[in-house]
């Protein structure tokens, strides 16, 4: 009985079930790892992306940082600009004396940056910052809160599914050669060092208007980089004008024509706000006392009638045009000016009432003009010149749209099956809005011979619209079968050249003969 024990030894090897109980351990084992790897994984790719952002970022700020400082911020004109951003005053730059944006300046709103295969999305700020040495807002010792200007590049990318964001920011402070910190103004001190106005006095007319230039002239202690001049109108509307610098950016003029205003009698300030390139701003301002002068000639805004005047497909005046203004003494002639296609037409106006008041009419198709609305301009002469414009508007006439509304073709198309010409004469009848009788409808079919035919005006239906007929005679044309057989038609107004297009699917029947023709 012994003999049948068998008794396990070191070299007997493992059994099925320990194998197996192995195996399970070691893929638990494994797919723990495995799930600890690709989180690894993921969690690299992102910290990388971070890295990158944060260097397109850091890129971002230092560029901005190395620009001049009169050109760090942003033009409100530009697409995407927005005065504040969470609360902060956006640095906005005064718009170009010469209209071009300086192309050294920013742009703001949403861009696409890709670093490494990476989109980032980035949105520049360039925030005024309030620095704490001096005081924050109302307490700030000079007043000035704009003391450095704060950059920031706002990023954000995808990982997976899920959006990541990151800011980052940097200041940029005056430097000395721009202004001094904490907002104490230019190095050299910007001030308004002269400001007048020639003459300092000035006869207006009964309507309040002057009646010769006034030229102010004002001088700064360092280069402004432009200048305001402002005043308010007896409308109590604010007039704002742009100076020039013809010689140097010091020394800056601006010429108010004759005619400006009105003005109320008395005394009137202007003012003046100069600008300089590092930011710093200086006022002037100068008086100008205005007189009624009964002897100095000017003249009412015109009257014209009517103000509205239809064209007609032309551009002649459907209606005679009277213009009529009175002069505030006699002249010796008036004249009225008024553009037409083929340029400027001044005539001279009658004369009546002790040679005060001057009248103009032109004739019915007398000119020939443009739509929309224009100015006329009558001038008086005299103890002087005087001009005064009112606008009138041309209308041309509206233009009905061309349309094609149905096509019928009376019998079918009865096409032979052998060669697909047709068995039988067929009449096409295209009804069209819009055109005249004497217009012309093109249909072209998209049979083998690209068979083009004229369609000519039969009637007008209930509706007013014309209906064009067509012949396609027998044996004519060409078909295959199978496609989609179309026919296009064209129809053209003349003389405007209006001009419609409408493609229209074709039936055929296909026959041995005209006898097997359906009805």
């Given amino acids: 009985m012994l003999d049948r024990l068998r008794v396990k030894r070191d070299d007997d090897g493992f059994t099925l079930v320990e194998t197996m109980v192995a195996l399970v351990v070691i893929s638990i084992v494994f797919a723990a790892l495995a799930g600890f790897l690709v989180t690894s994984i993921k969690a690299q790719a992102s910290n990388e992306r971070r890295v990158r952002a944060t260097q397109v970022g850091n890129q971002a700020v230092e560029d901005l940082r190395a620009l001049p400082w009169e050109v760090l911020g942003f033009y409100a004109t530009d697409a995407g600009y927005a005065a504040t951003v969470n609360g902060s005053e956006t640095v906005t730059l005064d718009p170009p004396a010469s209209g071009v944006r300086d192309s050294r300046a920013p742009l703001p709103g949403l861009q696409e940056v890709t670093a490494n295969g990476v989109k980032y999305k980035r949105t520049l700020d360039i925030l005024w910052y309030d620095d704490a040495g001096d005081g924050i807002g109302a307490a700030d010792n000079d007043a000035d ?48 060092q002269q400001f007048n106005a020639t003459p300092a006095t000035m006869a207006l007319t009964s309507t309040g208007r002057t009646t010769a230039p006034i030229v102010f002239r004002l001088k700064t202690t ?57 930011g710093a701003t200086a006022d002037g301002t100068v008086t100008v006392t205005f007189s009624l002068s009964s002897t100095t000639l000017d003249i009412s805004t015109p009257n014209v009638s009517p103000s509205s005047v239809d064209l007609s497909a032309s551009g002649r005046n459907t209606q005679p045009i009277t213009v009529t203004a ?16 083929n340029g400027t037409v001044t005539a001279m106006m009658n004369l009546s009432n002790s040679n005060t008041t001057g009248t103009y009419t032109l004739p019915a198709n007398a000119g020939e003009f443009n739509g929309g609305s224009v100015q006329w301009t009558v001038t008086a002469s005299g103890n002087g010149t005087a001009s005064r414009s009112t606008t009138v508007t041309y209308v041309p006439p509206s233009i009905t749209q061309v349309a094609i509304d149905a096509l019928g073709i009376s019998p079918s198309l009865c096409v032979h099956n052998g060669n697909g010409i047709l068995n039988r004469q067929s009449l096409v009848y295209i009804t069209v809005s819009g055109l005249n009788t004497t217009d012309k409808v093109k249909l072209e079919f998209t049979d083998s011979l690209a068979t083009k035919v004229d369609a000519t005006y039969l009637t007008t239906n209930s509706s007013g619209s014309r209906i064009f007929r067509a012949t396609l005679p027998s044996g004519s044309m060409k078909w295959r079968t199978g496609g989609s057989p179309t026919v296009i038609a064209t129809a053209t107004r003349y003389p405007d050249l209006t001009q419609t297009q409408r493609t229209f699917a074709v039936s055929l029947t296909f026959t041995n003969g005209a006898t097997s023709c359906p009805a």
């Fill in 145 to 192: 809160v704009h003391d450095a200007k704060l950059v920031r590049a706002r990023l954000s990318w995808q990982v997976g599914t899920a959006t990541k964001t990151l800011n980052v920011e940097g200041l940029r402070a005056p430097t000395a050669d721009e202004v001094t910190p904490r907002g104490l103004g230019v190095v050299s001190p910007f001030q308004v």
């Fill in 222 to 278: 360092i280069a402004a980089s432009q200048v305001r001049l402002s005043y308010v109108d007896r409308g109590n509307i604010t007039q704002s004008f742009i100076m020039t610098a013809p010689s140097s950016n010091t020394d800056w003029t601006y010429t108010l024509p004759a005619g400006a205003g009105p003005f109320d009698v008395g005394t009137m300030s202007f003012t003046a706000r100069a600008y300089a390139p590092a």
């Fill in 326 to 341: 009175t002069a505030t003494t006699n002249v010796t002639s008036m004249t009225v000016s008024y553009p037409t296609k």
